[in-house]
């Protein structure tokens, strides 16, 4: 009796080869198998062969109806090169990796100079004609505005892209009016600034705060002296000094000069236009931090 590989390709390969020498042996003995009766073809098959048709049955239930090798084959391949040993690879060795550079740390900057402005007046003065503020110079920055000492004070990352004469004058500005008209604010009564002087696409505020920046921010918001502060934009914590720009329910408040400011930290206007959950978070939040004010 054959006895199968239990491995399917060599089982397979038995099998073909077990077959074979039965066609071969049987075209040498000039045997025919030829039915020609009804017994005959009803005639029960030998164990062989039932055992045969068994095991090919289970391998083709078991998934495998093909013979299968782990090898590659070119099959177009010259026959003088297939009897060519193959050559070992040979994988070039590469130098050693010199080690990398660490990055350069920023070089910090005293924005506010020796004598920082020492009122609300003297800062608006200061933030649109200071030459270091930004990269560009002083022209086209926009200024904040409403009440120094007012109930709530809120500051964006940066001004719109078409901010000129006043601050938030496109659709970040709209939806701003709208929720501080939910709020129960009149805007004029609010203070609004930006923690940048002009419009910044994609800014890093992790450096620019750590040139200097942030200390104006803080100094900004010292001689506002809001009540509360809302700050909205998904990069502005670096800009108010805060070390974990990704914690965002972390900074509850401001300590300046025994002067403690409330503050809810956002998203900022644009993610609220761009995406509805944002805002209905937003109020979730500005629900609960006003009520425990």
Known sequence: MLRLAACPQRAIRQLADFSAKLCLNALLTGHRAVKTSLET??????????DIE???????????????????????????AQAKPAQPSTVPQQAPSEP?????????????????????AAFQ????????????????????????????????????EHDGARLLNGPQGQLLSRIL?????????????????????????????AAGMDAVVLHHISLAAPKRLIAL????????????PKDASSLREINQNQVITPILVSEGLTDFMSMPLLKARFWRRYLEWSANL
């Open 125 to 160: 003065q200061f933030w649109l004609e200071a030459p270091g503020l930004d990269a560009i110079g002083p022209r086209g920055r926009v200024a904040a505005r409403g009440p120094a000492n007012a109930e709530l004070m809120v500051l964006v990352t940066d001004p719109e």
């Open 181 to 209: 008209a939910a709020m129960g604010y009149e805007e004029s009564d609010v203070y609004v600034a930006s923690a940048l002087p002009r419009h910044t696409p994609m800014a890093d505020t992790a450096a620019i705060a």
């Open 41 to 50: 073809m009803n005639a029960p098959q030998s164990p062989l062969s039932a």
């Open 233 to 244: 934009g998904s990069n502005i914590l670096p800009l108010l000094g805060h070390r974990l």
């Open 100 to 120: 990398q550079a660490e990055p350069a740390k920023i070089a910090r900057t005293n924005l506010l100079g020796d004598v920082p402005p020492s009122d609300l």
């Open 54 to 80: 068994a095991a090919l049955e289970w391998w083709r239930m078991a998934g495998v109806d093909h013979d299968y090798s782990e090898d590659v084959t070119d099959w177009l391949a010259k026959a003088d």
